[in-house]
């Protein structure tokens, strides 16, 4: 339960993205990835790749080549956390973005405007229409841009791109927030 409550309290803050801005060194979590799977629409995509970064495994790298234009993209994001104390995970917030709204910068939530500085410049190259090509996603890390009171947890991402037809992309992580002062994570 104090989980959802620190995630309820994060979600409703005005401005959390900024007073969230800390350097790695402050941040009292670190984030660590533990798998990340995708899977593509043929139809869609020739081909991908989503990886963990290995030297710390706090960020991934994405890229997608698209064989079609795309000229309306939506995404749903979901996050689950376990509940104690039972390890069972439970989803705790689930979103569906139009990417077109998303580039023009019209996020809808707060947990949106944190994946948008994870993704720095490479979020320019979410904008409608998308035409056939390479996308690239290098080094995304979200740790940076998390509050720092967050709880220690494990937890689960599921992040899918939808055209109006067919899904593009479903992908799910797994990873897990620690306090790298007190745990050492192998």
Sequence with gaps: M???YWLFLIASLPNHGVAAKTSTSTN???L???TYDC??????????????MDYDKSMVTTEFEYIRGISQLNATFKLFLPRPPFKQYHKIIDLNIDICQFSKGLF?????????KAL???ALQMKCPRPKGIYSYPNISVAVHLPAFLPETNFKVEINFLTPAAYLVNSSLSGMLYDSAKTRVK
């Design 108 to 116: 809808g939530h707060k947990f949106i405007a944190v994946i948008v």
């Design 2 to 4: 104090a989980t959802f």
């Design 28 to 30: 009292r979590l670190s």
């Design 32 to 34: 660590l990835w533990k």
């Design 39 to 52: 899977t593509t629409n043929p139809e869609f995509v020739a081909r991908h790749k989503c990886i963990i």
């Design 120 to 122: 720095g410049k490479s």
